[in-house]
């Protein structure tokens, strides 16, 4: 069956809609289906009728703009941004190098807030904030945020999900005008993997040209070898503020040895993990890790 209508939906201009109807009229006898009036009068220039309803101020030199001043280069670059304010770990000289005001999460949840709205009260803002990063994401800090976060349009974006990570994981709720972000790098990896790969490459692009500082790192040798070296410092406390980097060509030979696990299944795990000093996480039948 031949399909012989035509429906207009698009923008026809013109001086008017007289025009445009009897423009398609004659074109197309028989075949409209409906009629669009079109784009007509000041608007039959696409969107350009819509420069007039701009400033001058706001325009471009060459569409009839207001000249800037001569200002020289802007002043703005990246070392601009920075948190007004953040919650500290063991690495307090470091925290302090990134923000105006520092506070300790590792106190209980009321002395934490307490110190969130004295900084607030001090510099003359509202005692709730319009947004909040939480880098920790356990141990209170997801309840500290409930109380200090703007109900009303604020937005939290944390490291890890309240809902495996909240003291009350079924219960935990932001407020209704509270937008909740969870940032999950495991997504980098299937539905964001086109904006991981720029973000990743523009990110690699500012360190290169020393534009942005990377967090402070200690090479350790031994490539995988030496994985266990930097465990061992977490484990004992000596690792606040400090990555630790490994090179991978420097790993050689890895001994092997082979474990029982439970419910009979064999693990192989490396020699340097089966006499580490302290409990290190396995494997159970399962897939899941026990201990």
Known sequence: MAHNKV???????????????SR????????????????????????????????????????????????GPPTFSLEDIEPTACAKSRAADFAASLADYIVDYRTDEDALVSSIEDILKKEGLPLKLPK??????????????????DPNGGAVSTLLPPKLFAKDKEGYRYPEGVTGINTAAPKLFDEHKEWGYVWSRYMTLLLREKRLAGHPFEMVPGGLN??????????????????????????????????????????????AVAKFPFSVAKRDSGGRFAG
């Open 7 to 21: 429906l207009m939906v698009g923008s026809v201009p013109g001086t008017g809609p007289q025009e445009v109807f």
């Open 24 to 71: 398609l009229l004659a074109a197309l006898p028989g075949r409209l289906q409906a009629i669009s009036d079109g784009e007509t009068g000041e608007r039959n220039n696409y969107i350009g009728w819509q420069l007039q309803r701009f400033p001058r101020v706001a325009r471009r030199n060459e569409l009839g703009g207001t000249p800037l001043p001569d200002l």
């Open 132 to 149: 909040v990063f939480d880098a920790i994401s356990q141990n209170g800090s997801l309840e500290a945020t409930l109380r200090v976060i």
């Open 226 to 271: 030496g994985v266990l070296t930097g465990l061992r410092k977490l484990h004992d406390g000596k690792a606040s503020g400090m990555k630790y980097v490994y090179r991978i060509e420097e790993t050689g030979s890895v001994g092997v040895v082979k474990l029982e696990g439970s419910g009979g299944a064999v693990e192989a795990v490396s020699e």
